[in-house]
């Protein structure tokens, strides 16, 4: 590695006394945005005929064609994959502890928590981040009544393990797939396993429609039971069947998300060329792996996640994340500290006899770069360029560091316990 000198590096790093290598952030979770055409001649549409909720017609199309995506499954669409599956745990009247991962966004456990459920957290495969079965099996009791994989960064859980232990339970089987839209399993989408699965559409995932989320399912009744949910209750203009809400989404989020699903080849076009271009500006240092996908299966690449290894990268992932601010490059550090050391988890009396070192260490090491079309190839080997520096130049990067005051509210000052 080169030894770079002080002066140098104040040359180099925005960290240590330069100006940032970009003037505006580039962030991870830039909105891909649709055809503008399209959209304004649909919005067009939807101002001149005045139908804006209710199961109009944009929903109708949306929800037609993830079904057409999805091997013909029945969809429901929703406000947001949040309350997605608030409705879908309540429809199916699950009640006890639920397992699921803590690693994971904290959505997953809230809507456990917020139907009044007892999350139980396992953790997870050290290679693919995803839910370990054999964990899963360990920490059954005679109260699960629900299990909750999460298909993270798109990739899919082991469908065919967990399936075989729900079924011998006689529980359900769910998946948050908020970042699985268009990935699959053995070749079969992701609407087509497990009870449902739970899908997002907020702005920042591959396919968006501002706020938004649908559940996929095979099984009709259920379906059936979550759009009367999600509608107050009601069957028709006056006959109220059941305890509902108000889930529904709109017409506009459905025009967004018609448009954003005709630009899906691009995205995934993009997003992969990004995930190339990122391989390419960090081959060859030391301790930063490549979150690698399956290559025998349909990805969206959404997420571009880099594994610092502590034994061996010269530099923290934390310490990483300092620098790249500075450049304005807003890495994030998807899912510190992970959902069973947040609030309100934290602080249950499960949490003591619950073990789970691959997620805790997933917490400390893992880094999400800004990919999509929030960059382009050319930035992205700028951002290469900052990581190489930064790393080629540790030890000297550090004596910087120890003399500089942080900020009071830098957001990475605090860690989590
Ligand atoms: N399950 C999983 C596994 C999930 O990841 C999520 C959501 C859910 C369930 C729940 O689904 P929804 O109820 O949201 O449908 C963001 C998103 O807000 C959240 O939806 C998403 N996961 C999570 C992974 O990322 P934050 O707290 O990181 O959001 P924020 O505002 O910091 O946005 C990230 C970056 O994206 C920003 O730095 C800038 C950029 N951005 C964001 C927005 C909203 C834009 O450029 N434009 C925008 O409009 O959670």
Redesign the pocket.
Known sequence: MKNIKADSLQRRLAICGDQPRFNS?R?????NIPNRATLYARLDQMLDTKRLSNDGPFVQEFEDRLSKLNDGVEVVSVS??????QLLLKALDVAGEVLLPSF??I??AH?CLWQGLEPVFVDVDRKTHTIDPAAVVSALSERTAAIVG?H?WGRMCEVSELEAIARDRGIPLIF?A??AVGCTYKGVPVGRHGTAS?V??????FIQS????AILTPDHDLADRLRLLRNFGFQGYDNVMTLGTNAKMNEFCAAMGLGSLEGSDAHVATNLSNWTAYRESLAGLPGLRLYKYDEAEKNNFQYLIVEVDPQASPLSRDELVEVLHAENV?A?R??TPGCHRSGPYRDMPRRKSERLPVTEQLCDTLLSLPTGA?VTTAEIAAIGDIIRTAIESADLLRSFLSTRRVPSGYPYAQIAP
């Open positions: 952030p962030y991870v979770g830039t909105p947001n994959g949040t309350v997605g599956m994971t966004f959505a997953t809507a999460v993270l948050d908020a970042h739970v997002s559409f907020h702005a920042t995932k501002l706020e938004g989320g807003i994030r998807y899912f929030g």
